[in-house]
Structures are given as structure tokens and as C-alpha cells.
């Protein structure tokens, strides 16, 4: 099955800080969502982005279909930013199944 | 978007016992996806869950161990039956909404099997 591997598994930021997190995928999709899970485990969708970029305030993020990358921009990022990371994919062929990746686990600290 | 309630919202049980989740949407969907996440780990897709038909689960996953109904098209339950400390997990619903097959989960079950 399709492989989604994110980077770096674990960040630990300066509040206002930036960053950049990355996901790859092997095989090719139909789309990719990329989530928040915050401390109490919730799961907030943050982008439905199949190809192309988006803007969310100070999150962004870029897919590449093509070669197989999407990445998630932080700006300016604040304490309520830390959580964990997920980018999932819907395989082509894959139906309506999510294949989720590794996760990045951030820490934003004052 | 759709709005997910999942009851209880965690859970300690002992070992050998099974427990229901309930899994509640705010409108109807066609499918609705059974997750888990075990401790430190990503999320796993469980089965799907069709109303009026069996639920398809994905391998590793077998039906005794997960039962799964979809009585109607806003609400399904899992059971983990004969849970041993293994099964200690969150569990997560999800459906599919807004137009698209962006997925929506629900706030997630907390169990801690002892």
C-alpha cells in the first residue's frame, strides 16, 4: 500500500517562530487533507489540498501531486499551534480510504 | 462541514469486557469510518461502515474482535469485545462532507484497558 511519511517527526519552536513541515507520499492521490490534533486529541481539518496552495491565516500549505509532496507552512507560531501534525492521502484507486502519515509533533514554547 | 459526537469520551475497563462507542452526526452520510490511534502512534483506518449493508474492514481488523452497526444514516456504534490492554487506544469516528471527500472526525474515545 501507499506509503506517507512526514518530516521532522518532532519540532520544538520559539513562539513567533516559523516553520515548514513536510509530507511524502509514494504512490499517486487523489487528494490530501492536512490536520491538527491538539493535547486533548481532537482532530481539526486545516486544508483539503489535492494540488496547489492555500492560505489560512498564518497556515498555508503547498501540494506537488506531481512529485509526490505536500508541505504545511507555520507562520508566526503561537503556543496553541503545538499538537500534532497529520497529512492523509486517498490513494488513487484507494476508494474513500485515508491513509494517514506519520505525524510531526510540535512544541511551541515562550 | 459536519458536525461528530462520540460517547463515552474515555473510558477504563477491565480486561475481558467489551464496550460500545456511539458515534452521532449532525446530517445524514453515506459512509462513516471507524479509526484507531494507538498511544504515540498515527491513525489506522479500522472499517467503514455502510448503513444497510456489512461494514468492510481493513486487515488486521476482524468483526468478532470489532462489531460494528449502522443502524441509520446519522449514527453507528464499535464495539471492542473481550478487550485485553493492547486494545487501550483513542478511537475516532469519521465521515465524509461538505461537497467533497474531505473526511470530519469525531472528538474521539479514550480507552485504557487495565
Known amino acids: ?110 | 462541514s459536519a458536525v461528530i459526537s462520540q460517547k463515552p469520551s474515555r473510558d477504563i475497563c477491565q480486561r475481558g469486557t467489551s464496550l460500545t462507542i456511539q458515534c452521532q452526526v449532525d446530517s445524514q452520510v453515506t459512509m462513516m469510518f471507524w479509526y484507531r490511534q494507538q498511544p504515540g502512534q498515527s491513525l489506522t483506518l479500522i472499517a467503514t461502515a455502510n448503513q444497510g449493508s456489512e461494514a468492510t474492514y481493513e486487515s488486521g481488523f476482524v468483526i468478532d474482535k470489532f462489531p460494528i452497526s449502522r443502524p441509520n444514516l446519522t449514527f453507528s456504534t464499535l464495539t471492542v469485545s473481550n478487550m485485553s490492554p493492547e486494545d487501550s487506544s483513542i478511537y475516532l469516528c469519521s465521515v465524509e462532507g461538505g461537497g467533497t471527500d474531505t473526511q470530519y472526525f469525531g472528538p474521539g474515545t479514550r480507552l485504557t484497558v487495565l
Not at chain 1, 6 to 12: A, G, M
Not at chain 1, 91 to 99: A, F, R, Y
Open chain 1, 1 to 110: 500500500g501507499i506509503q506517507v511519511e512526514q518530516s521532522p517527526p518532532d519540532l520544538i519552536l520559539q513562539e513567533g517562530a516559523n516553520s515548514t513541515l513536510r509530507c511524502n507520499f509514494s504512490d499517486s492521490v487523489n487528494n490530501l487533507q492536512w490536520f491538527h490534533q491538539n493535547p486533548w486529541g481532537q482532530l481539526i481539518n486545516l486544508f483539503y489540498i489535492p494540488s496547489g496552495t492555500k492560505q489560512n491565516g498564518r497556515l498555508s500549505a503547498t501540494t506537488v501531486a506531481t512529485e509526490r509532496y505536500s508541505l504545511l507552512y507555520i507562520s508566526s507560531s503561537q503556543t496553541t499551534d503545538s499538537g500534532v501534525y497529520f497529512c492523509a492521502v486517498h490513494p488513487t484507486g484507494g476508494g474513500n480510504k485515508l491513509t494517514f502519515g506519520t505525524g510531526t509533533q510540535l512544541k511551541v514554547e515562550l
